[in-house]
């Protein structure tokens, strides 16, 4: 039975699917066992190495026989952070997730395999997260049913998402909202809220 590890080294919003996560490994006749800190990572047949911040040294890679990263983007476009929130600000709503091979360069190794989700016109970020999440779960799931794995080098010439900051969610009072829905619907309210400035005054959006 193969022995199937998952790192989320950080209090990610994706732990609040942990239990769908695990148990469809389960299902698939696999041992597995949840890792929130790297040092905690025990000898896997596969690591899954989700929702991350930060990038694992060779010492550690080399205990296991596989370790696999998913990231939001049609890599080797759009490496780095906030890949999914990067995209919708920029009006994207079609969102290609990479599985890869992990090495010591951020977003850098061979693909094993890609699926997509597609964000709605009134999905906001707990509405697209799940859809992120199942996203991420089915893509585990089709790589423990493949029979022979095979990758791909990456090609093209890379670029980078910036990171987040609350000036990309500042909107402007002279346009209309639907104009700037992307803005609402890329923001983690509790981590950046929408805002706007009028009369020397700030006016934060808050949803309900």
């Not at 597609?118 to 707990?126: A, F, Q, R, S, W």
Request: hydrophobic share 35%; net charge positive; aromatic share 10%.
């Amino acid at each position: 039975m193969r022995k199937i590890g998952i790192l989320i080294d950080n209090n990610s919003w994706l732990l609040k699917y942990k239990r769908e996560l695990t148990n469809k490994i389960k299902s698939l006749q696999c041992k597995v066992e949840l890792f929130k800190n790297h040092k905690s990572v025990k000898k896997c047949d596969i690591l899954f190495i989700l929702g991350c911040k930060k990038i694992l040294k060779n010492k550690l890679l080399k205990k296991n026989k596989l370790n696999l990263v998913i990231h939001e983007s049609e890599l080797p476009k759009g490496k780095g952070m906030s890949p999914v929130s990067n995209q919708l600000l920029t009006g994207k709503k079609k969102i290609i997730c990479t599985m890869f091979i992990a090495t010591e360069r951020v977003d850098s190794g061979p693909i094993i395999l890609r699926d997509k989700f597609v964000i709605g016109k009134l999905d906001l970020y707990e509405d697209w997260r799940e859809k992120q999440a199942k996203t991420t779960i089915r893509m585990c799931s089709r790589l423990l049913k493949t029979k022979k794995i095979n990758f791909q080098v990456q090609k093209g010439r890379p670029t980078f998402f910036s990171k987040l900051v609350k000036e990309k969610f500042k909107i402007d009072p002279k346009k209309t909202i639907l104009s700037q829905i992307h803005k609402l619907q890329a923001a983690d309210f509790k981590k950046f809220r929408p805002y706007f400035k009028f009369k020397k005054k700030i006016f934060y959006i808050h949803n309900e």
